[in-house]
């Protein structure tokens, strides 16, 4: 069995957390509007680099270098509300979910972009070959002659 990730939900919930409390809302007094939105990307990539650095560098299994980082992302979002519910006022965020083209909201249509984009890098590309290559087997795929370190990372 290839790698897994399990930290999807816990870094869903810190996203969700983050993009909250750094938009306009009516718990703090932040407002960085689209900028935010960034911030989240960003503190999403720095996740995804923790876990590759745990699993390839350190040598820990991907099932539980990802599983702690679940609890780890989980915990912080929790942490940051402190029980507490925040009502985003962002009408941009706002508007991924409410407004509407063709029947569906804007955080479908972008969705599906982002799937279309990474589809076109599994199918079209030599590292999206390589990751489907891994997600196999890292022991095959380094038979194959593929760089797993560089690949996972």
Do not use: C
């Amino acid at each position: 069995m290839g790698s897994i990730d399990l930290s999807v939900e816990g870094l869903v919930a810190l996203s969700a957390v983050a993009t909250s409390l750094l938009v306009l809302n009516g718990g703090n007094a932040n407002n960085f509007g689209a900028l935010g939105l960034l911030m989240v990307l960003a503190i999403g990539a720095v996740v995804g680099l923790v876990n590759g650095v745990v699993h390839v560098k350190l040598g820990i299994p991907s099932f539980m270098a990802t599983l702690g980082m679940w609890f780890v992302a989980a915990g912080i979002g929790n942490a940051l509300l402190g029980g507490t519910a925040v009502r985003v006022n962002d009408w941009l965020v706002r508007a991924f979910a409410l407004e509407r083209f063709l029947g569906l909201p804007w955080g479908v249509w972008l969705a599906l972009a982002a799937l279309g984009f990474a589809y076109a890098i599994q199918d079209h590309t030599r590292l999206g070959r390589y990751m489907y290559a891994l997600g196999g087997g890292e022991e095959v795929a380094a038979l194959s002659g593929i760089p797993i370190a560089r690949v996972a990372f």
